[in-house]
């Protein structure tokens, strides 16, 4: 057990809608990453937040979006969902903003669009 | 037609014998390297790191060597055992960024008893 928590861990939705996954980091942890897992295109990096402020994005779509609360924990909204968005969406904790430490994985959501 | 969706190289060892996976990274910019497994349903799981400035770590059962002359890691584990049967991905960063890690295609091991 890593020690992040995500939430749900499935999740099916039609296209067009709207769906929302959260993460709580490890204890002490101050930045969540949030990454997507597809079978075309690998895991993939999409945002960085660091005590609540975004550090840097990566491969994320504008209909995507996130953000981190002041008790750390992180949520990250899909909207105007398309069959390729169906994935697996895995958040990782870290102690620092910066590449160079380790970072913890969360069991994955899995979300299957319809 | 042309199939889709990464076909993750195989390695096939026996129980017991020495497993060596091999990743290209991508970025000469890179300083921090990190291996991951993940077990099919679950997420990556930390195994060993290693920075720039070292060619060799060890940790428990698994060795990683970095030549960066090559941009060439690679990851040794000892005495393999049927719980080693996973995917295993390297995964790079640049210490400096905020980026989030880049991580290679994936390799699965193949524990045959």
């Known amino acids: 057990d890593s020690g992040v928590t995500q939430t749900p861990k499935h999740l099916i939705t039609a296209t067009g809608q709207r769906v929302t996954l959260r993460c709580s980091p490890r204890?002490?942890?101050?930045?969540v990453y949030w990454y997507q897992q597809s079978l075309d295109q690998g895991l993939q990096f999409l945002i960085h937040?660091?005590?609540?402020?975004?550090?840097a994005k990566g491969n994320i779509l504008e209909r995507f979006s996130a953000q981190q609360f002041p008790d750390l924990h992180s949520e990250l909204n899909l909207s105007s969902l398309e069959l390729g968005d169906s994935a697996l969406y895995f958040c990782?904790?870290?102690?620092?903003?910066?590449?160079?430490?380790?970072?913890?994985f969360g069991p994955g959501t899995r979300l299957t669009v319809t | 037609g042309e199939s889709v969706g990464l076909h993750l190289p195989t390695l096939s060892v026996q129980e017991g014998d020495n497993s060596i996976i091999n990743c290209a990274y991508s970025?000469?910019?890179?300083?921090?390297f990190i291996w991951y497994k993940q077990e099919s349903g679950k997420g990556p799981q930390f195994i060993i790191d290693?920075?720039?400035?070292?060619d060799k770590r060890q940790g428990q059962r698994v060795t990683v060597l970095l030549n960066k002359t090559v941009k060439h890691l690679s990851l040794q584990i000892a005495a393999t055992q049927p719980g080693d049967s996973a995917v295993y991905f390297c995964?790079?960063?640049f210490g400096g960024g905020a980026d989030g890690l880049t991580f290679g295609k994936g390799t699965h091991l193949i524990i045959q008893p």
């Open positions: 995964a790079e960063s």
């Open positions: 990782a904790s870290s102690v620092a903003a910066g590449g160079s430490y380790e970072q913890y």
């Open positions: 970025n000469s910019a890179s300083d921090y």
């Open positions: 290693i920075r720039s400035n070292m």
């Open positions: 204890s002490g942890d101050l930045s």
């Open positions: 937040y660091y005590n609540g402020e975004e550090r």
